[in-house]
């Protein structure tokens, strides 16, 4: 018999919905009466307890609010054509109406899967049709967005006591998600705890259909009730407000059937008061806590199986973070990240950006060595922390300095390429040898700014500088325009600007606003970061100083910028050339600080080495003491041999040798005060001071520098 059953129940739960109520009311129904009377009387007791059980049940139409909703959907469109001829609109009001009746069903939700443990599918399409909804609301016709992200949207879940579980009170409709996200949670634990086989089976589809709306990141926060999670906290923004009183008798109604055999009192356990989180909520019975642990296997599953289709840097860490086996993860990863690396661009930027967060250098060379051309323009970052990584290895150290150099001199190709469409005279042999006279100008020289202003309107391009055509016709018929550039714009309506985070413009954003300011400053970044760096800044600036001489004075850099300035499809360029020009002015003054530090190195070592030589002319003793002379003299006076070595004499060192006793010098009152000298002999030395005295002769003494003293009492 237990047989029979068991095989009836596993082709009950494979048959569609309306033939298991075929089934069971053609088939099961009549059999109650061919039974005894006690299991016919057990059999209706048992429904008259579930009867009552989901008495006051909630009903979700599903069909009756989509057609509530799109009603007020095609009253927003109509209101946002109108918008544009009237001066007046009623979108605000339009738009609480609509978010309005997407949230009145939510406690309805919540109450019929948590608390009646039924229609798990319905209530999960009632979910997703509120999140498309809301994504229809958000980007809609109308390119302000501030009424929808600024509307206060207070959701209360209730029992059906009229006991608060939980309440939110949200600044901006999109954060309606996060109450979304809660009641899936309940509705995946719910099913896990009292759903059949069957049920259970669905749960990866349905997180399939979560993910393929929200993306990944919901799948994870599904976890935590719609909260961030804790790897993502920056701060703490929000607190919970759970308000559940712990005294509630319905809050383990959650049994599998009434139909089962009586629940024994050890049964239930005592409800343990603990502290909310975000991966646990108070209101949950012991039943549903318990399915914790199988729910988050299925969301491992989930993101794993995301991961073999898009992998990602944030969605590697996520899943490392959740395993309670990281190393087998990772090891998993990686092994099918080794087999898809090479696939497409999408993941071959992804595995360098895992391999370096690995440091995973022999992994980052072969990659890069056989797939370098799979690398975008969009890449930049993760191919820069990629050669970072790399250069921490000593056997691909020169290969990361070549790479940084080759792209530093790419991207400043880049950028003068981009200077050829405003300036298609540039290169021109004129122009070329005009900017290398400006540069031999002086920054105040008279004239310079002038001859700096007509070399810039030699080599613009003819006829940028006209107004374009279409904008100049709709001004003369007084239509408003945005400002449009010459022909050569390639983005007239800033179409790429209205959402700048739009994965699918990324394309288009590549070639018409190519971020080459971010690009070149990150590669000075990473150059200053790896040993060797600094001589190739220094190989690049003397290369874009040769090829682009202009750089090299900011006021033709400012000049040429002024000219580009009411162009703006131009910005990247503009930004591009002053991140140029920021780093040659940065490497000319590192250049000359180097310079300068050598030179003062080199006199302070020849200052060391001066006074080990005491075979010089001119040594200090005491100020009037004796000391050798290179010439001699008569007494007549000093000769010309003499006086040219005078004036050939070194100057005297910083410090004398000894300490004088006196000044050197004072003003000549008539005679010269001299402190007594040894012996008579010492103003004979003094030969070329002429007759005087014999102070005067002992300071003459001093060789061709004081001879002209020697003989101060002829001076007239």
């Known amino acids: 018999m237990a047989s029979s059953s068991a095989r009836f129940a596993s082709i009950y739960d494979s048959l569609p919905a309306d033939v298991q109520t075929k089934i069971v009311e053609k088939q099961l129904i009549p059999l109650l009466d061919h039974v005894s009377k006690g299991k016919v ?14 008495a006051g049940i909630p009903i979700l139409d599903l069909k009756a609010k989509q057609r ?33 009746s997407v949230t009145s069903w939510l406690n309805d939700i ?21 999140v498309t909804t809301l994504d229809q609301i958000g980007h809609g016709r109308a390119s302000c967005r501030c009424a929808f992200t600024n509307l206060y949207v207070p959701i209360t879940l209730k029992r059906k006591s009229g006991k608060v579980v939980k309440s939110w009170q ?16 309940d509705l995946f634990l719910s099913m896990l705890a009292a759903g059949n086989q069957r049920q259970i089976k669905k749960i990866p589809e349905m997180l399939d259909d979560i993910e393929d709306i929200l993306g990944w990141t919901a799948l994870e926060r599904l976890l935590y009730g719609g909260r961030k999670c804790p790897h993502d906290m920056d701060d703490d923004e929000d607190e919970w407000v759970d308000t559940e009183n712990d005294d509630d008798e319905d809050a383990y109604t959650d049994e599998d059937s009434d139909l089962d055999a009586p629940i024994d009192q050890h049964d ?9 989180n975000p991966s646990h909520a108070k209101h949950w019975s012991p039943r549903i806590s318990a399915q914790m642990i199988h729910f988050r296997t299925h969301v491992h599953n989930a993101m794993t199986s995301v991961f073999k289709i898009t992998p990602s840097l944030r969605l590697y860490s996520a899943l490392l973070a959740h395993s309670t086996d990281p190393e087998g993860t990772s090891a998993e990863l990686l092994s099918f990240l080794n087999r898809m690396a090479t696939s497409c661009p999408e993941v071959f930027s992804a595995a360098l950006d895992i391999h370096s967060l690995e440091n ?28 970072t990584t790399l250069s921490g290895d000593p056997s691909h150290l020169l290969r990361s300095q070549e790479v940084i150099e080759k792209e530093l001199l790419d991207t400043a190709a880049a950028v003068r390429s981009a200077l050829v469409a405003p300036f298609s005279l540039l290169e021109t042999a004129e122009n070329r040898a005009e900017i290398e006279h400006i540069l031999k100008l002086r920054p105040s020289a008279a004239g310079r700014q002038d001859r700096i202003e007509r070399w810039v309107d030699a080599i613009s391009t003819p006829g940028s500088n006209n107004p374009n055509p279409v904008a100049l016709a709709a001004m003369v018929m007084g239509i408003v325009m945005p400002a449009l550039d010459g022909m050569e714009d390639a983005d007239p309506l ?4 209205l959402d700048p985070n739009d994965p699918d413009m990324e394309d288009l954003r590549d070639e018409f606003r190519p971020r080459l300011k971010q690009r070149f400053e990150g590669w000075t970044t990473t150059a200053n970061v790896v040993r060797g760096g600094p001589s190739i800044l220094v190989k690049v600036y003397k290369e874009l100083t040769k090829t682009m001489p202009y750089l090299r004075m900011s006021d033709v850099v400012e000049e040429m910028l002024g000219r580009l300035a009411d162009k703006p499809s131009k910005q990247y360029l503009i930004d591009a050339v002053d991140a140029l020009s920021a780093f040659v002015k940065i490497q000319r003054r590192k250049l000359a600080t180097l310079k300068t530090e050598q030179k003062r190195r080199s006199n ?15 040594v200090f003793g005491t100020p009037f003491g004796p000391g050798p002379s290179t010439s001699t003299s008569t007494a007549g006076g000093p000769s010309a041999s003499s006086s040219d070595e005078r004036l050939e004499t070194p100057p005297p060192p910083l410090e004398p040798v000894t300490a004088a006793p006196a000044p050197l010098f004072t003003f000549y009152t008539g005679t010269i005060p001299t402190p007594p000298l040894p012996g008579p002999g010492a103003a004979g030395v003094g030969g070329a001071g002429g007759g005087g005295p014999g102070g005067g002769g002992g300071f003459g003494g001093l060789g061709g520098f004081g001879g002209g003293f020697g003989g101060m009492d002829d001076v007239d």
């Open 41 to 54: 009387k057990k059999v209706v007791a048992s429904a008259s307890r579930m009867q009552r059980r989901h």
């Open 68 to 100: 509530e909703i799109n009603s007020l959907l095609d009253d927003l469109h109509r209101d946002a054509k109108r918008s544009f001829v009237r001066e007046r609109s009623h979108r605000s009001d339009l738009l609480e109406q609509t978010v309005d």
């Open 110 to 130: 919540w109450r019929m899967v948590y608390e009646h443990n039924v229609n798990f599918m319905l209530a999960h399409r009632c979910l997703l049709f509120t």
């Open 170 to 185: 949200l600044n901006g409709a999109h954060n309606i998600e996060e109450v979304l996200q809660f009641i899936w949670r």
């Open 268 to 276: 239930w356990l005592p409800k343990v008061p603990q502290t909310s």
């Open 360 to 387: 995973n250098t022999v992994a980052i060379a072969n990659l890069l060595s056989t797939h370098s051309h799979l690398i975008r323009p969009r890449d930049a970052p993760i191919y820069q922390s990629a050669i």
């Open 494 to 497: 800033n179409y790429l600007d």
């Open 604 to 618: 302070a070592a020849a200052q060391t080495s001066a006074p080990g030589s005491s075979s010089g002319p001119f």
